[in-house]
Nanobody
Framework: QVQLVDSGGGLVQAGGSLRLSCAAS????????MGWFRQAPGKEREFVAT????????FYADSVKGRFTISRDNAKNMVYLQMNSLKPEDTAVYYC????????????????WGQGTQVTVSS
C-alpha cells in the first residue's frame, strides 16, 4: 500500500532553517504531484507548496514564497521542503501529500498523506 513518511521537523529560532523530508513508497512516484501542507493549532490546514512529477512546475503560498523551496528526487522517491528565514507564524504540523497527475493547491485533491512532522519556531 501507499505510504508517506514525513520527517525533519523540530524546534528552531526565528531566522533559522529546517529541511523537511518525505519518503514515499507503494506508488509510481514520478506520476504523482507532491504537496506540502501545514496546520497550526486552532487553524485550518493550509497549502504551502506543490511540485509536479517532473519537477518542472512548482507553486508556493504567498506566505512562504522566497523563503521555502520544494524539490524532489524521483530516483529516491523523496520530496523535500527547504525552509529558510523561518518565522514564528510558520509554527505548525507539516504534512506531505501525493496526488496522481497535475499539481494542485487544494488539499482535498490529494489522495495520500503523511503522518505529519512538527515545526516550532521560537521568537
Amino acid at each position: 500500500q501507499v505510504q508517506l513518511v514525513d520527517s525533519g521537523g523540530g524546534l528552531v529560532q526565528a531566522g533559522g532553517s529546517l529541511r523537511l523530508s518525505c519518503a514515499a513508497s507503494g506508488l509510481t512516484f514520478s506520476t504523482y504531484a507532491m504537496g506540502w501542507f501545514r496546520q497550526a493549532p486552532g487553524k485550518e490546514r493550509e497549502f504551502v507548496a506543490t511540485i509536479s512529477g517532473s519537477s518542472s512546475i512548482t507553486f508556493y503560498a504567498d506566505s512562504v514564497k522566497g523563503r521555502f523551496t520544494i524539490s524532489r528526487d524521483n530516483a529516491k522517491n523523496m520530496v523535500y521542503l527547504q525552509m529558510n528565514s523561518l518565522k514564528p507564524e510558520d509554527t505548525a504540523v507539516y504534512y506531505c501529500a501525493a496526488k496522481y497527475g497535475t499539481t494542485s493547491r487544494r488539499g482535498e485533491n490529494y489522495t495520500y498523506w503523511g503522518q505529519g512532522t512538527q515545526v516550532t519556531v521560537s521568537s
